[in-house]
């Protein structure tokens, strides 16, 4: 099992920044990649940004050169540093954590609030 919590959520005005913090505990060894995914109301679920065991980071093109995914292994957590804000980018933002065993596994933070005023 991996628990996630997310912490850093928050209101600001378009234009400011905020930065997501996701500490990982339990079976950490069996992480492969970690990554921010989001949900506006009445929307689907999407990514964000991905960061995996190599360092190696992906995002989608909403967020790019605007958000930046970080990791600090020594703390098992992983940032979301979220630059230039819109009010597009409102959302509840959910860490997840996929996980190598017998199967691939997805676990899930419980999600934080993210508002942007315009």
């Known amino acids: 099992q991996v628990q996630l919590v997310e912490s850093g959520g928050g209101s600001v005005q378009a234009g400011g920044s905020l930065r997501l913090s996701c500490a990982a505990s339990g079976r950490i060894s069996r992480i492969i990649a970690m990554g921010w995914y989001r949900q506006a109301p009445g929307r689907q679920r999407e990514l964000v940004a991905t960061i995996i065991s190599n360092g190696n980071t992906n995002y989608s093109d909403f967020v790019k050169g605007r958000f930046t995914i970080s990791r600090d292994n020594a703390k098992n957590t992983v940032y979301l540093q979220m630059n230039s804000l819109k009010p597009e980018d409102t959302a509840v933002y959910y860490c997840?954590?996929?996980?190598?065993?017998?199967?691939?596994?997805?676990?899930w933070g419980q999600g934080t609030q993210v508002t942007v005023s315009s």
């Open positions: 997840n954590a996929r996980a190598q065993g017998v199967a691939t596994y997805d676990y």
